[in-house]
């Protein structure tokens, strides 16, 4: 019984976490706005949705719009202008298609061959890595490490190439676009890496391949004027400069024993790099830079809420995640003490929070979305919708009144009216 349960975990550990800050702008292709999620995690990569509104009083219903059947997979849609890309999988094939956003009529569609061989992770063949869109460029990432470009406003391939290796539950690094380099984490956990491709053709511009992969992602920090790519290796918390690669500074992360993972998108709130670990707590440090060489310190260690599956968002000064125990968390981004836990049915360690101004967004993978107030102070609790036919392991993208959620097989557009 207690290796069927492991094995059930494996199976459901599908997500990884990335993003860059990417914005498009060739002509005839779609325009970045400030209500678009044009990558992972949103355009900054915070989990932060800039025009949500939240009405004054919350409809007892949300209103479908559309649902479109798109094929397996637990990648986040990406949204640019009225435009919205899908990466899945069907009848053994990754797919990328181009939806209109209003009505969620497709526009164009790519595919390509991908077999599947599970190891323990059978149950999820579709793509865990979510698509980037950046100057008229979408680029996925599929499960065996195949990177592709396409052009955004007509769905024509650029270029793809075919990375080597992966980790045992599948490639999950979700691509990063910084300064015209797509920067992915390839390989596996034995032997893997951060690579940069150039965007426009797709000629690797730097590799640096130290530490293994995991299935985290990376993000993009500024210190003291210079770019850094920080990410979770499988051994590690690091950050490279992100024009040329080299290594910048590192702070010990290791994954503690077979059933844990590296899979959290590290949060960044100003000089200071905040990540999280099952069994390892979450933890704060500050990055310097004195005599041209850059130091970490560590601020603080929360042993007790610590996530596995799942990144969490930084808001008014706190830290709002969820556990591998399922419970919501609040914890003060400059001391790490925690404020309050609560318990979120369905959550099984998975699930994504989105700061979407007024209100926080909690979805795991029944389907059932809660809203909730950004309060330090206890869990607050406005109301929830079901909002997912199936499984929902993908970010809800909120813009204006408007929800997109990706389900098992399917994408949703509901409004609140």
Same mark, same amino acid.
């Given at each position: 019984m207690a290796h069927a349960r492991a094995r059930s975990l494996c199976r459901r550990f599908v997500l990884a976490f990335a993003a860059g800050i990417v914005l498009v702008g060739l002509a005839g292709s779609p325009t970045a706005g400030a209500g678009d999620w044009p990558q992972w995690r949103g355009p900054n990569r915070d989990g932060r949705a800039a025009d949500f509104k939240a009405p004054k009083v919350w409809p007892k219903e949300l209103t479908q719009k559309w649902k479109v059947t798109v094929g397996d997979g637990v990648a986040t849609p990406a949204l640019v202008?009225?435009?919205?890309?899908?990466?899945?999988?069907?009848?053994?094939?990754?797919?990328?298609?181009? !939806?209109? %956003? =209003?009505? $969620? #009529?497709?526009? /164009?569609?790519?595919k390509y061959a991908a077999a599947f061989k599970g190891m323990g992770d059978t149950g999820y063949q579709g793509p865990r890595s979510s698509p980037a869109v950046a100057d008229g460029k979408i680029v996925t990432f599929g499960v065996n490490g195949t990177l592709s470009c396409l052009d955004a406003g007509t769905g024509k391939k650029v270029w793809r190439i075919e990375t080597e290796g992966r980790p045992r539950f599948h490639t999950s690094c979700s691509p990063m676009i910084v300064d015209k380099l797509v920067i992915v984490q390839t390989g596996s956990e034995a032997s893997g890496g951060i690579v940069a491709y150039e965007l426009d053709g797709g000629k690797e511009k730097w590799k640096w391949t130290t530490e293994g992969a995991s299935y985290a992602s990376p993000v993009l920090m500024t210190v003291d004027g210079t770019k850094t790519v920080v990410a979770e290796t499988d051994k590690s918390v690091v950050? !490279?400069? %992100? =024009?040329? $690669? #080299?290594?910048? /500074?590192?702070?010990?992360?290791?994954?503690?024993?077979?059933?844990?993972?590296?899979a959290s998108t590290p949060m960044i709130q100003g000089q200071?790099?905040?990540?999280?670990?099952?069994?390892?707590?979450?933890?704060?440090?500050?990055?310097?830079?004195?005599?041209?060489?850059?130091?970490?310190?560590?601020?603080?260690?929360?042993?007790?809420?610590?996530?596995?599956y799942n990144t969490p968002v930084v808001k008014n000064g706190f830290v709002f995640g969820l556990t591998s125990g399922d419970q919501l968390f609040c914890v003060s981004a400059e001391t790490g003490k925690t404020a309050w836990t609560e318990p979120l049915n369905g959550a099984r360690g998975y699930g994504h929070?989105?700061?979407?101004?007024?209100?926080?967004?909690?979805?795991?993978?029944?389907?059932?979305?809660?809203?909730?107030?950004?309060?330090?102070?206890?869990?607050?609790?406005?109301?929830?919708?079901?909002?997912?036919?199936?499984?929902?392991?993908?970010?809800?993208?909120a813009t204006g009144n408007r929800i997109f959620v990706k389900d098992d097989t399917s994408v949703i557009l509901w409004t609140v009216e």
């Open positions: 202008g009225d435009k919205l890309f899908v990466f899945t999988r069907e009848s053994g094939a990754e797919v990328t298609r181009c !939806l209109n %956003a =209003a009505t $969620g #009529k497709e526009e /164009w569609v790519d950050a !490279l400069g %992100a =024009a040329d $690669g #080299k290594l910048l /500074w590192k702070t010990a992360f290791p994954i503690p024993g077979m059933r844990n993972y590296n200071t790099v905040i990540f999280s670990g099952s069994n390892r707590g979450t933890k704060a440090i500050k990055i310097e830079k004195k005599d041209g060489a850059f130091t970490t310190k560590e601020l603080w260690n929360n042993k007790e809420s610590a996530v596995m929070i989105v700061d979407a101004g007024e209100v926080m967004l909690a979805l795991p993978p029944n389907g059932t979305m809660t809203v909730f107030e950004p309060s330090d102070k206890e869990f607050k609790k406005i109301t929830s919708y079901k909002v997912g036919a199936s499984k929902t392991y993908a970010y809800p993208i």
